[in-house]
Each structure stands twice: as C-alpha cells, then as structure tokens.
C-alpha cells in the first residue's frame, strides 16, 4: 500500500521555522518526484517545491524561493521542506506528493499524504 505520511508542522511566530517531512512507504522511492504543495483556506492547491529522487534536481516556487529548501534522504524515504522565515501569508495546509517527475499542477501528481497543517501568527 503507498502510504505519504507529513509531519513537521505547527504554530510558529512570523520569522520562525519549520521543517516539514514526508516519510514514503509502498513505492520504489528512487522512480519518483517528490512535491510540497500548500492549500490556504479559499485558495487552489499550489506548487511550493519538488523533487526528483533519481537524480535530485528540484523546483521551488518563486513566492518561497531563498526561505524554504527542499531534500531529500533517499536512504529513509523521506523528503523534507525546510521552511525559514515564514510569514503569515506562509499559512496552509502542506501536502506532499508523489509523481513520475516535478509538474506545477496537482492532478499530474499519483499519490498524495494527508496534510499537515502550518500556522503562522503576526
């Protein structure tokens, strides 16, 4: 069965961080892109950042780029999104996903984890 589990997240101060992770079970892990992608209440499913666990390349978003950081630890499964000086704006729910490689829309992904929410107070 594949299972994405997330985990990492929280409330945290504006300019705080979190490390959001996303530990993959059921599936060859190396064939797979990994994503983070972020629904704030309202708002559509967005890409935040993406990566590919054969070769390691990665997508981020502009609005995050140069505050969060994804990787990878192929020997765990597991891909993690470091967040760095978050803003409020930052707020959502924060899934992760796998797919054959890193495309920004959401219905291209196959297998989605359940979500793990981020709140970000001013």
């Known amino acids: 069965e594949v299972q994405l589990v997330e985990s990492g997240g929280g409330l945290v101060q504006a300019g705080g961080s979190l490390r959001l992770s996303c530990a993959a079970t059921g599936f060859t892990f190396d064939d797979y892109a990994i994503g983070w992608f972020r629904q704030a209440p309202g708002k559509e499913r967005e890409v935040v950042s993406c990566i590919s666990s054969s070769d390691g390349s990665k997508f981020t978003a502009y609005s995050v780029k140069g505050r969060f950081t994804i990787s990878s630890d192929n020997t765990k499964n597991t891909v993690y999104l470091q967040m760095n000086s978050l803003k409020p704006e930052d707020t959502a729910v924060y899934y992760c996903?796998?797919?054959?490689?890193?495309?920004?829309?959401?219905?291209?992904?196959?297998?989605w984890g359940q979500g793990t929410q981020v709140t970000v107070s001013t």
């Open positions: 996903a796998a797919g054959a490689f890193c495309p920004a829309v959401a219905g291209l992904y196959d297998y």
